[in-house]
């Protein structure tokens, strides 16, 4: 403990009271605005990979690999795919804009500092971030959903309520991607996150192949895994839902979010406000 | 006195095992300029921070506005501007949209902010780069945007730290001007500065601190006349004088002395006459200055002429 903390590690930092937990939406929101405000200056260019990277998967995967898997569960295996691209864009969105964009803000360009010094507290910062992080996640799902919609690869009216259950995933890839981040010392350490959680995450989250014909216990792995409850629900909802598989996929993702919140705001209370 | 605008009893803060202020007292009376000069690691930015809610009171007692700095973080925000020693500007914004930002963190409605941020930049004589990236500006600008951003919350107190360190001559004037401007509207001023002629301009009053305490407080007149006096003979001695004798043969004469190397400050009301005093043959020496005593003096003399890290 004493070597982390001497290389920086701040740790999760003491208790705080409840109502230093609960943020101001009005200030909570001042902090979604300016990063909605940046975003929109740059959205043209950050946009497009979004659109790309849903056909790339789809060329590859669906076409390629689909022309000797035909069907999975009784569907075309594009189709099975197609809706778990929606998920895993909004947990890539949700993981670089909670680890590099905050580190970024946080470390290089200080911002932190002032915003804190400013009635904004901490809870506030880092309900505005998260729900920014969400925000963002959500517009790159929808593109995904809007993409796999003209390929015809939705065949549920369903799918129009997938938005709302994205920002609900998005939120609790963010919690962690923003745990993650306030916690460590140096950005060297994001390496170890994606490629120990969030890729991982990615290939075995039930996203490319069913759990079906594996053992039992990959599936178990598989549920403590938050892309694994927001596949199941865009999946779902394209192909036409189970109710009960729906909610209780999204009660999984909304109690882990509660849970971690408390996390972050203190961790950062700990390095910001000495 | 009206209620101070701050008030600190006792005040003390850790960092681990270093005690970075160590009971600190001080009240600072509404509407002044209240300086905090010190060497690096006296503990002046900790004392800031504590102020503006960016470190937490370890001990002791700190008032600000009349609340409690510990509990009513939020509240003491809102009234407060910060002035802080980093620039750290939001390069991602134009110089107005900083402005207008910082208005949304004090809950200000975007109408009432477009027009403050208009007055201020004109304030700030940054009118015609309303719409520039932040990378742009220079240093000088870069300073004056921040002072503009501290006011954008309308505050009764403003909190500086170091404004214009690294500022050229022309600069650091503006800035001073814009803190004038800022004083006679009634508004707290309280600033860390190693630049003692800038804490004897602005400044009705200060406290001079060393490692984490307060070594002396006043107006700062009178803690150059208290602790140095009047004038300064500055002697650079040559190698074969004797600088305790001399000090020595002076006594009675002079209110103090520090020798440096081999440079003697003599502290006088007449420091003129303890020159014409001095026997020269006995005690050779290079060259001799006389020369207003300055804040500079007191504050080496306070704290040391030995290098601080």
Redesign the interface.
């Given at each position: 403990m004493a070597m982390l903390e001497e290389r920086g590690y701040a740790g999760i930092g003491p208790r705080v009271p409840l109502r230093e937990m609960v943020p101001v939406p009005r200030l909570a929101g001042a902090v979604w605005l300016r990063n909605a405000r940046v975003f929109s200056k740059l959205w043209r260019g950050a946009l497009l990979p979004t659109f790309l990277d849903p056909f790339l998967y789809l060329l590859a995967l669906g076409f390629g690999l689909g022309t000797y898997v035909a069907h999975v569960n009784g569907i075309p295996y594009k189709e099975f795919i197609a809706p778990g691209l929606i998920a895993s864009a909004a947990m890539w969105s949700s993981a670089f804009e909670t680890t590099y964009n905050v580190y970024f803000r946080m470390n290089e360009l200080r911002l932190y500092d002032n915003v804190l010094s400013t009635p904004v507290e901490v809870q506030d910062v880092v309900a505005g971030d998260l729900a920014w992080s969400a925000t963002r996640a959500t517009i790159y799902g929808i593109v995904v959903l809007a993409v796999i919609a003209v390929f015809g690869l939705v065949s549920s009216w369903w799918a129009l309520l997938i938005p709302p259950f994205v920002v609900l995933g998005a939120i609790c890839f963010s919690v962690i991607g923003y745990t993650f981040t306030t916690l460590i010392p140096k950005i060297d350490l994001y390496s170890y996150f994606f490629t120990l959680g969030i890729t991982p995450m990615f290939l075995f989250s039930g996203l490319f192949f069913p759990f079906s014909r594996l053992p039992d216990w990959v599936h178990v792995v598989a549920w403590f895994m938050p892309l694994y409850h927001l596949v199941e629900i865009t999946r779902g909802l394209a192909t036409g839902p189970e109710f009960w598989s729906v909610v209780g996929n999204a009660a999984w993702l909304a109690v882990l979010s509660a849970l971690l919140f408390s996390i972050p705001v203190r961790a950062l209370r700990r390095k910001l406000v000495a | 006195m009206s209620d101070p605008a701050v008030s600190a009893r006792d005040v003390t803060k850790r960092?681990g095992e270093r005690v970075a202020v160590d009971g600190i007292d001080f009240d600072v009376e509404p509407g002044i300029c209240f300086g905090f000069l010190g060497p690096n690691g006296a503990g002046k930015t900790t004392t800031m921070?504590m102020i503006?809610?960016?470190?937490?009171v370890d001990a002791g007692e700190l008032i600000v506005l009349g609340m409690d700095a510990r509990r009513e973080?939020?509240?003491i925000?809102?009234r407060?501007g910060?002035v802080?020693q980093?620039t750290?500007l939001?390069?991602?914004?134009t110089v107005r949209?900083n402005l207008l930002?910082?208005a949304?963190?004090?809950?200000i409605e975007p109408d009432e902010a477009a027009g403050r941020a208009a007055e201020l930049l004109e304030f700030s004589l940054l009118s015609d780069r309303g719409d520039e990236r932040i990378h742009g500006l220079s240093g000088g600008m870069k300073r004056r945007l921040l002072i503009s951003?501290a006011l954008m919350?309308d505050p009764e107190l403003v909190v500086l730290d170091e404004p214009t360190t690294g500022l050229d001559p022309q600069a650091r004037l503006a800035v001073w001007q814009a803190l004038d401007r800022l004083r006679r509207r009634g508004v707290t001023l309280l600033l860390t500065t190693h630049y003692m002629e800038e804490a004897e301009r602005l400044c009705d009053r200060l406290v001079i601190m060393d490692e984490g305490r307060i070594v002396s407080e006043g107006r700062p007149a009178d803690l150059v006349r208290s602790h140095v006096g009047r004038e300064v003979l500055e002697l650079k001695l040559d190698e074969g004088c004797d600088a305790e004798r001399l000090v020595g043969s002076l006594d009675g004469r002079i209110q103090g002395h520090d020798l440096s190397e081999r440079t003697l400050m003599l502290y006088a009301d007449d420091a003129e006459a303890v020159l014409e005093e001095l026997d020269h043959e006995v005690f050779p020496t290079e060259s001799a200055l006389v020369r207003r005593a300055t804040l500079e003096d007191v504050f080496l003399r306070l704290t040391g002429r030995s290098l601080r890290e």
């Open positions: - | 960092f921070k503006y809610g960016l470190a937490t973080r939020r509240q925000k809102s407060l910060v802080p980093e750290n939001d390069g991602d914004l949209e930002q910082q949304r963190y004090f809950g951003r919350g």
